[in-house]
T-cell receptor
Framework: EDQVTQSPEALRLQEGESSSLNCSYT??????LFWYRQDPGKGPEFLFT???AGEEKEKERLKATLTKKESFLHITAPKPEDSATYLC???????????FGAGTTVTVRA | EAQVTQNPRYLITVTGKKLTVTCSQN?????MSWYRQDPGLGLRQIYY???????DKGDVPEGYKVSRKEKRNFPLILESPSPNQTSLYFC?????????????FGPGTRLTVL
């Protein structure tokens, strides 16, 4: 069974204080690893898809990286508007089902 | 504008009263899915559909039904709702099964079963 574990559960940052979120996964064969941002009461918003180890993608202050066992979401010089819950999900090659982690809630203080 | 719409957005009902939550997309996506989100448990997949008339169970299908008669619609049916189905529900689509790209989630339906 596919498993996705995110850490930490919560992260409190000062504005400008860079940090990283971790997503560890176990999957029979990886079709794709996804990162989402979710604001309270809203649907997840797609950020990135990573397909193979060594791949990196960037969007504004966010950078996602992938190894064979984990992915990191790096937040560089965060601003208060980066406060949200960040979700990680994997999809296996033999199954189109998405398995999500529980998320990391990031709070950025001005 | 690319959209996934869900209705209703909020629903309070009683145990045993059948209900349907609709999901519609305007992007001609083949893959559609339903999730429930509960505190501490994250998003769990209920059912998914890879195309018209093709559906399959996710992680938590018990107590739910789905149908996919048209590409754009994927309703979630609770034949006899129970209080443990109180949750926040999301419908989602994926553009392609060949290479998975951007995915779209609906705004959510908050269901309370008394």
């Amino acid at each position: 069974e596919d498993q996705v574990t995110q850490s930490p559960e919560a992260l409190r940052l000062q504005e400008g204080e860079s940090s990283s979120l971790n997503c560890s996964y176990t999957v029979s064969g990886l079709r794709g690893l996804f990162w989402y941002r979710q604001d309270p009461g809203k649907g997840p918003e797609f950020l990135f898809t990573l397909y193979s180890a060594g791949e990196e993608k960037e969007k504004e202050r966010l950078k996602a990286t992938l190894t064979k066992k984990e992915s990191f979401l790096h937040i560089t010089a965060p601003k208060p508007e980066d406060s949200a819950t960040y979700l990680c999900a994997v999809q296996a090659t033999d199954d189109y089902k998405l398995s999500f982690g529980a998320g990391t809630t990031v709070t950025v203080r001005a | 504008e690319a959209q996934v719409t869900q209705n209703p957005r909020y629903l309070i009902t009683v145990t045993g009263k059948k209900l349907t939550v609709t999901c519609s997309q305007n992007m001609n996506h083949e893959y559609m899915s339903w999730y429930r989100q509960d505190p501490g448990l994250g998003l769990r997949q209920i059912y998914y559909s890879m195309n018209v008339e093709v559906t399959d169970k996710g992680d938590v299908p018990e107590g739910y039904k789905v149908s996919r008669k048209e590409k754009r619609n994927f309703p979630l049916i609770l034949e006899s709702p129970s209080p443990n189905q109180t949750s926040l529900y999301f419908c989602a689509t994926i553009s392609s099964m060949g290479e998975v790209n951007e995915q779209f989630f609906g705004p959510g339906t908050r269901l309370t079963v008394l």
